[in-house]
């Protein structure tokens, strides 16, 4: 009105989005300056309850200062979820004080590949201390939780995780040597899947996960994982053979529904990759879709809650504009209006289960963005466009 602004909400975090859009309301260099705003009335609610961004930390890592920065972007924009994937192939950067050898072997590689798996290395040793200790971890989530963003765990299981058993060979099922990896994509070498002793590893992390993450969700990947040595393997062979098992999906399976046993009786949920459908789905666990929503639609169909992020729409390591004008990129091309055109539920999905689509996510896997200047060059401005898919009906959006 003329004397002034009022900001009413259903609840803290929806007075705080107010706070935002009044933020944006006003020039950046409004010092010293008077500012006339309209008298109007906004009437604004979100669309969708999950509004997520994801950042890659195991392939270059991210001191905590920059996390927080990201943290800010998300907030500024009322997404309200942060994925944090902590683990892979590459690199381990979350402390666990069971298994400390975890950030002193397996946060480190003894050199990186050059570009696309050139072949060719730079011979410098990476990830001494690249970690986050568990007060630092405790520091960024207290720091999320002032912005109304929930943080969200990722210790990726049953593949991606060169880092664990290098530091501990007898959780692989060769027994190894097993070398953090140097080089991108997906290493064949997983946990295994038949080892009592591997599955008590993966407790206690996610344990320790549990004690320092208050969100509802603990992100179990899930994704991509490299079966090639369970068929040989005495250990999976017998436990296949004890359970009943035909096939090494159905082993991956099984271990799926054992750690979701395990974060159900901690009160926790399972969220993963849509790879967790295959071999049956876990009873309570929810489905984030990125190879195509296929994935998240047979979840949905099933009575499952999904999240959309498919990496023709959400994976911001792609191109943004013509290659030979850009850093080197993962590959695939996705510009501003195409992050803005995503639909995440099809005209197609029935009334009752549209509900069941809990929201979107953008993801930055962090191959070739050695520093946070270059994340933040990917994500603007692409997350802004995501942050409308996320917020807004799409009767109200306007590119």
């Not at 990896?181 to 038949?194: F, K």
């Not at 054992?258 to 926790?268: A, D, K, Q, T």
């Not at 009752?352 to 603007?380: D, R």
């Not at 401005?381 to 995501?386: H, S, T």
Request: proline share 6%.
């Amino acid at each position: 009105s003329e004397n002034g602004i009022e900001i009413a909400g259903a609840s803290n975090a929806g007075i705080f989005y107010g706070v935002q859009t009044l933020r944006k309301s006003i020039p950046a260099m409004a010092e010293g300056m008077n500012i006339e705003l309209p008298a109007a009335s906004i009437n604004d609610y979100p669309r969708f309850p999950y509004r997520g961004m994801h950042l890659d930390v195991s392939r270059h890592f991210f001191p905590v200062d920059s996390v927080k920065k990201f943290i800010d972007i998300l907030a500024l924009h009322n997404m309200n979820r942060f994925h944090w994937h902590l683990t892979d192939d590459q690199g381990w950067r979350i402390e666990i004080k069971k298994y400390p050898e975890l950030t002193q072997i397996g946060a480190q590689r003894k050199e990186t590949v050059i570009g696309r798996n050139s072949g060719k290395y730079d011979g410098k040793p990476y990830g001494e201390g690249m970690f986050y200790t568990q007060d630092e971890i405790r520091d960024v989530i207290a720091y999320a939780q002032e912005r109304f963003i929930t943080i969200i765990p990722e210790i990726d299981l049953p593949g991606h995780q060169l880092a664990a058993i290098t530091t501990y060979p007898d959780l692989g099922c060769t027994g190894g040597p097993y070398e953090v990896w140097t080089q991108w994509g997906v290493s064949d070498d997983v946990i295994c899947a038949g080892n009592e002793k591997a599955m008590t590893f993966l407790e206690d992390v996610l344990g320790e996960v549990i004690n320092l993450f208050p969100s509802e969700y603990i992100h179990i990947g899930g994704d991509e994982a490299g079966k090639a040595s369970w068929p040989t393997c005495k250990l999976c062979q017998a436990r296949m053979k004890k359970e009943g098992l035909k096939d090494v999906n159905e082993l991956q399976s099984y271990l799926i529904h054992r750690i979701e046993v395990f974060l159900n009786g901690h009160n926790r949920k399972l969220l993963g990759w849509d790879e967790i459908l295959e071999g049956g789905l876990a009873p309570n666990a929810t489905v984030m879709s990125w190879r195509g929503t296929e994935g998240g639609m047979k979840a949905v169909e099933s009575g499952h809650k999904a999240i959309m992020t498919p990496g023709e729409f959400c994976y911001f390591d792609s191109y943004q504009d013509a290659p030979d004008s850009q850093p080197e990129a993962i590959g695939g091309y996705l510009p501003l209006s195409k992050v803005y055109s995503f639909n995440p539920v099809p005209d197609t999905l029935s009334a009752e289960k549209v509900g069941l689509v809990y929201g979107v996510q953008a993801n930055l896997f962090t191959e070739y963005i050695p520093t946070p200047e270059h994340a933040e060059m990917m994500i603007y401005p692409r997350v802004l466009a995501l942050a409308e898919v996320a917020w807004s009906a799409p009767s109200k959006k306007n590119y």
